[in-house]
C-alpha cells in the first residue's frame, strides 16, 4: 500500500511539473505579443535557453545550496532503491523537476523587462549567477529551513514567514531582480523624446499576448495547487483561492483599465502572483479581494514605472511580479489570520518583514549581478543591432523568413 501511495505522489508530482513547465511558453508568448516583430525570435528563444541553462545549474549547484541535496551518487540510490537521502519511486527527483520550473521563472520574468536591447550571452551568464546561486540561496532560507531563519522570525513576529507558492520566494525575487536590470540597461531608443515624454510603443500581436495569459492562468493551478508536493497534502481551497484572485484581478483591471487588453490580461496574472503567498490559508472572498487589489496595483505601478519613473520595464514585470509579489506576501498575513476568516497561523509582522526582505535581497543582488556583466562584457546591444531587431542581429532570422526573400 505504501509503494501505490508513493507512486501517485510521484504521479501528482511529475503532473505539476509538467504543468509549470508549460507555464514557460506562457512566458514566452507573453512577450511575443508585446514586443516589437523584429524581436519576436529572439523572445522565443530567450525563454527555451534560459529554461536549459537553468535546469543544468539548478542540478549542479542550486538544489544541493537550497536543500543541500546533491545528485552525485549512483542511479539506483537516486532512484531510492537503496534507502538514504533520496525518496522511493524517484519522488526526489521529480520534486527536483517541479523545483526546476520555479527556479527556471526567475530569468523568464525577468526577459520581459529586459526585452529588445539585452545581449544574449550576458543573459545567459546572468542566468547561471541567478538560478545557481542568488536564488537558491534565498528559497533555503525560505522553504529549506537554512541558518534558522525561519526560527528567528518565529521567535521575533510570532510566526515563521509563510509563502505557500511563491509569491516572494519566486516571483517578488524575479521582479525586484528585473527592475535592477532594467534600471542598468537604460531605455530603449526611441521610447522617450528628448524632454521625457513617452512615446506609445504597441504590442506586435494581441492574440499572442492573449495566449501566453492564458497558458500561464492554466498551468498556474499546477504551480499553485501543487505545491503540496504529496496528494496527502492537497487542498482544494488553493485551487478555489487561486481562482477567485485571479477572476478579482481580472475585474479590476477591466474596470480600471477601460476595457485595455493587455491590463486585463495581466491582470489575470497580477491576481495569481499575490495569492501564491496565502493560497493554502486564505478565505476566498478575501482572495477575491486580494486578486482585485493585484490588479489595481498593476494598472498603476505600470503607468507610473513608464510615465513617471521613466523606468522601460517592457512587459511591466516589476509592477506585475515584484510588486504584485509584494502585496501578496504581505497580504498573507492579513487576509490569512483567523480574525477575516483565514487559516491562521502567519503574523503580519513576519509577512511584511519577510516580504521585504526578500525585495531587498532580490534588488541588491540583480544589481550587484547585471552592474558586473556590465562593467565587463557589456549588456546593451549595440544602436544599430537594436533598431535593426533583435531576430536580425543575434539570430540571424526573422519570425516570419519567407517575406524576407525577395524575388
Same mark, same amino acid.
Given at each position: 500500500?505504501?509503494?501505490?501511495?508513493?507512486?501517485?505522489?510521484?504521479?501528482?508530482?511529475?503532473?505539476?511539473?509538467?504543468?509549470?513547465?508549460?507555464?514557460?511558453?506562457? $512566458?514566452?508568448?507573453?512577450?511575443? =505579443?508585446?514586443? %516589437?516583430?523584429?524581436?519576436?525570435?529572439?523572445?522565443?528563444?530567450?525563454?527555451?535557453?534560459?529554461?536549459?541553462?537553468?535546469? +543544468?545549474?539548478?542540478?549542479?549547484?542550486?538544489?544541493?545550496?537550497?536543500?543541500?541535496?546533491? $545528485?552525485?551518487?549512483?542511479?539506483?540510490?537516486?532512484?531510492?532503491?537503496?534507502?538514504?537521502?533520496?525518496?522511493?519511486?524517484?519522488?526526489?527527483? +521529480?520534486?527536483?523537476?517541479?523545483?526546476?520550473?520555479?527556479?527556471?521563472?526567475?530569468?523568464?520574468?525577468?526577459?520581459?523587462?529586459?526585452?529588445? %536591447?539585452?545581449?544574449?550571452?550576458?543573459?545567459?551568464?546572468?542566468?547561471?549567477?541567478?538560478?545557481?546561486?542568488?536564488?537558491?540561496?534565498?528559497?533555503?532560507?525560505?522553504?529549506? =529551513?537554512?541558518?534558522?531563519?525561519?526560527?528567528?522570525?518565529?521567535?521575533?513576529?510570532?510566526?515563521?514567514?509563510?509563502?505557500?507558492?511563491?509569491?516572494?520566494?519566486?516571483?517578488?525575487?524575479?521582479?525586484?531582480?528585473?527592475?535592477?536590470?532594467?534600471?542598468?540597461?537604460?531605455?530603449?531608443?526611441?521610447?522617450?523624446?528628448?524632454?521625457? %515624454?513617452?512615446?506609445?510603443?504597441?504590442?506586435?500581436?494581441?492574440?499572442?499576448?492573449?495566449?501566453?495569459?492564458?497558458?500561464?492562468?492554466?498551468?498556474?493551478?499546477?504551480?499553485?495547487?501543487?505545491?503540496?508536493?504529496?496528494?496527502?497534502?492537497?487542498?482544494?481551497?488553493?485551487?478555489?483561492?487561486?481562482?477567485?484572485?485571479?477572476?478579482?484581478?481580472?475585474?479590476?483591471?477591466?474596470?480600471?483599465?477601460?476595457?485595455?487588453?493587455?491590463?486585463?490580461?495581466?491582470?489575470?496574472?497580477?491576481?495569481?502572483?499575490?495569492?501564491?503567498?496565502?493560497?493554502?490559508?486564505?478565505?476566498?472572498?478575501?482572495?477575491? $479581494?486580494?486578486?482585485?487589489?493585484?490588479?489595481?496595483?498593476?494598472?498603476?505601478?505600470?503607468?507610473?514605472?513608464?510615465?513617471?519613473?521613466?523606468?522601460?520595464?517592457?512587459?511591466?514585470?516589476?509592477?506585475?511580479?515584484?510588486?504584485?509579489?509584494?502585496?501578496?506576501?504581505?497580504?498573507?498575513?492579513?487576509?490569512?489570520?483567523?480574525?477575516?476568516?483565514?487559516?491562521?497561523?502567519?503574523?503580519?509582522?513576519?509577512?511584511?518583514?519577510?516580504?521585504?526582505?526578500?525585495?531587498?535581497?532580490?534588488?541588491? =543582488?540583480?544589481?550587484?549581478?547585471?552592474?558586473?556583466?556590465?562593467?565587463?562584457?557589456?549588456?546593451?546591444?549595440?544602436?544599430?543591432?537594436? %533598431?535593426?531587431?533583435?531576430?536580425?542581429?543575434?539570430?540571424?532570422?526573422?519570425?516570419?523568413?519567407?517575406?524576407?526573400?525577395?524575388?
Amino acid at each position: 500500500m505504501e509503494s501505490h501511495v508513493t507512486g501517485a505522489d510521484v504521479f501528482f508530482v511529475l503532473l505539476g511539473a509538467i504543468l509549470v513547465f508549460a507555464m514557460h511558453s506562457g $512566458f514566452a508568448f507573453l512577450e511575443v =505579443g508585446t514586443v %516589437r516583430h523584429k524581436n519576436q525570435v529572439n523572445a522565443l528563444v530567450k525563454i527555451l535557453v534560459d529554461f536549459a541553462i537553468s535546469t +543544468v545549474v539548478y542540478f549542479f549547484f542550486g538544489f544541493a545550496i537550497a536543500y543541500g541535496t546533491s $545528485f552525485f551518487v549512483s542511479a539506483s540510490e537516486l532512484s531510492g532503491g537503496t534507502g538514504g537521502l533520496f525518496e522511493a519511486k524517484g519522488l526526489t527527483l +521529480v520534486k527536483f523537476f517541479f523545483l526546476t520550473t520555479f527556479a527556471a521563472a526567475i530569468p523568464a520574468i525577468i526577459s520581459g523587462g529586459i526585452a529588445e %536591447r539585452m545581449k544574449f550571452a550576458p543573459q545567459c551568464f546572468a542566468t547561471v549567477a541567478l538560478v545557481g546561486l542568488l536564488y537558491p540561496f534565498f528559497e533555503g532560507l525560505m522553504w529549506g =529551513g537554512n541558518y534558522g531563519l525561519q526560527d528567528w522570525f518565529a521567535a521575533t513576529f510570532g510566526a515563521p514567514f509563510h509563502d505557500f507558492a511563491g509569491s516572494i520566494v519566486v516571483h517578488a525575487v524575479g521582479g525586484w531582480i528585473a527592475l535592477a536590470a532594467v534600471m542598468l540597461l537604460g531605455t530603449r531608443i526611441g521610447r522617450y523624446t528628448k524632454d521625457g %515624454r513617452p512615446i506609445g510603443i504597441p504590442p506586435s500581436s494581441v492574440p499572442w499576448l492573449a495566449l501566453g495569459s492564458w497558458l500561464l492562468c492554466v498551468g498556474w493551478f499546477g504551480f499553485n495547487v501543487m505545491t503540496a508536493q504529496s496528494l496527502e497534502n492537497i487542498s482544494g481551497l488553493v485551487a478555489l483561492n487561486s481562482l477567485m484572485a485571479m477572476v478579482g484581478g481580472i475585474l479590476s483591471t477591466l474596470v480600471i483599465g477601460r476595457n485595455d487588453p493587455g491590463f486585463i490580461h495581466n491582470g489575470a496574472l497580477a491576481g495569481l502572483v499575490a495569492v501564491c503567498a496565502g493560497s493554502d490559508i486564505m478565505h476566498p472572498i478575501g482572495s477575491l $479581494f486580494v486578486g482585485g487589489v493585484a490588479g489595481a496595483i498593476f494598472i498603476y505601478a505600470f503607468n507610473l514605472c513608464q510615465n513617471k519613473l521613466k523606468i522601460d520595464d517592457v512587459l511591466g514585470v516589476w509592477p506585475l511580479h515584484g510588486l504584485c509579489g509584494l502585496w501578496g506576501g504581505i497580504a498573507a498575513g492579513i487576509f490569512g489570520t483567523k480574525a477575516l476568516g483565514g487559516m491562521g497561523g502567519v503574523t503580519f509582522a513576519a509577512q511584511l518583514a519577510g516580504s521585504l526582505m526578500g525585495a531587498v535581497y532580490a534588488f541588491v =543582488g540583480g544589481y550587484i549581478v547585471y552592474a558586473i556583466l556590465k562593467a565587463t562584457v557589456g549588456i546593451r546591444l549595440s544602436s544599430d543591432d537594436e %533598431r535593426m531587431g533583435a531576430d536580425l542581429a543575434i539570430h540571424k532570422i526573422s519570425a516570419n523568413p519567407d517575406t524576407d526573400i525577395t524575388r
